[in-house]
Structures are given as C-alpha cells and as structure tokens.
C-alpha cells in the first residue's frame, strides 16, 4: 500500500500556506523558491495560489485522490511539514481530516498505517504489501 498523501493532495489545497520570508531561497541556500512565493506582509511570504480562493498551492502536481506529489518537497515550507496525515504518528491531525473531508474522501484511521507495521515488514516474499524488494546478495562461495 502506497502512503495515503501519495493519492491524496487534499491539504495543498485547502490552506493558506504562509511562512517567514527567511524560509525563501533568496534568503537561505535550498530554501523555498521564491518565485513560487508572493508577499503577505512586511514580515511573511505565502505559496502562490495559497492566498486566496480557490486554494491550490503553486507546486502541487496532482489529482486530489488519485495522485499527488509536491514538486519542491525537499524545499517546502515549514509548515508544510507540521502537517501530519491523521494517525500517521498515532493521533488524528484536524487539518489532514478537514481537507479530506472538503473533497469527500474517507478520514484516514489507523488501518491505513498497518502496512508499515512489524508484521507488513517481515521479509516475506512476496512481501504482505506486494512491495517485495530484491532478494539480498549471497557472498561469494569461497574456492
Ligand atoms: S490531507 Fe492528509 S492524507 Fe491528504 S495529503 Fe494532506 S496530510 Fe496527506
Ligand atoms: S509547498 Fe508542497 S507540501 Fe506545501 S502546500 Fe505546496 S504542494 Fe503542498
């Protein structure tokens, strides 16, 4: 099972996505593009496309509950990453449940993180999550 944001996106497009200005690439090397970025106020930039509505952040690709990806995912805003997808860490997130809600699809609970506990990891093969890696190299047989 794939992790649920990767077929969701809900959240990029429910929320305004303002952080402070020394989150920006301009400011900081591998910072947030800022050319993504409009200003909010004299002290925090915003995602384009987050400021008003229809809310649909700038570097989103994706089909809300089909496919998703944040195209800047290793820049993104820290907000961004406080964002956690309900139960991923054992407790429902308001915001997580609110954007996916607003787009009528299911809230997640804590049977869509099973596929990542002991028993979806252990080394079967095929693997309980059809996701069976390669089988580990052999050492070579001594001559
Ligand atoms: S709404 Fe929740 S599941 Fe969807 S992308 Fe955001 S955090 Fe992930
Ligand atoms: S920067 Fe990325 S994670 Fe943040 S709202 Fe935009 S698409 Fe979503």
Redesign the pocket.
Known sequence: MPHPCLTCGAC?TRYR?AFHWMEADDAVAGGVPAGLTERLDAHRLC?RG?YSEPVR?I??DAEIGVYSR?T??PQ??SV?REVDASWEHGRASPQCDKARLAHGLPLLGPADWRWRDPAGNDGDRPDDNGNTPPAPRLPPLAA
């Open positions: 990029c996505v995602m987050t952040c570097a989103l944040c800047i995912h993104r805003p961004c």
